[in-house]
């Protein structure tokens, strides 16, 4: 059994890193699809729905649909559809990826 001594100095030797995490700042967390809930936010989607340019989900090729309904969220205002909700854990881990493939499929405009 450890004496209380050597309990008390371990605890004060991590005090330090305590006291320095808790004044250094947090960063920024990085922005997160967010699904589609209010009626702005289902307005907004529907509006862009209608332009956009894939038929599968955007993470894992499945048929939009495939899997009951789609799930539409927005991404610092883009509308990303996903086939089902463990789809937009795997987007939110790395969106970049997903929307460069997304810009890709973009249609042309005339």
């Avoid at 209380?4 to 005090?15: D, H, N, S």
């Avoid at 990085?30 to 809930?37: G, L, T």
């Avoid at 907004?44 to 649909?65: F, H, I, M, N």
Wanted: charged share 25%.
């Amino acid at each position: 059994m450890k004496s209380p001594l050597i309990i008390v100095l371990g605890l004060i030797a991590t005090l330090p890193f305590a006291v320095q995490s808790a004044d250094t700042p947090a960063a920024p967390e990085s922005p997160k699809a967010q699904f589609v809930k209010t009626p702005e936010e289902k307005a907004k989607a529907t509006e862009l729905a209608k332009t956009y340019p894939l038929t599968t989900c955007l993470v894992s090729g499945d048929s939009l649909g495939g899997m009951g309904e789609t799930v539409d969220c927005l991404y610092q205002g883009k509308l990303v559809r996903f086939c089902c909700k463990g789809c937009v854990k795997s987007f939110n881990k790395n969106p970049d990826k997903y929307l460069k493939e997304l810009q890709a499929a973009k249609k042309p405009s005339a």
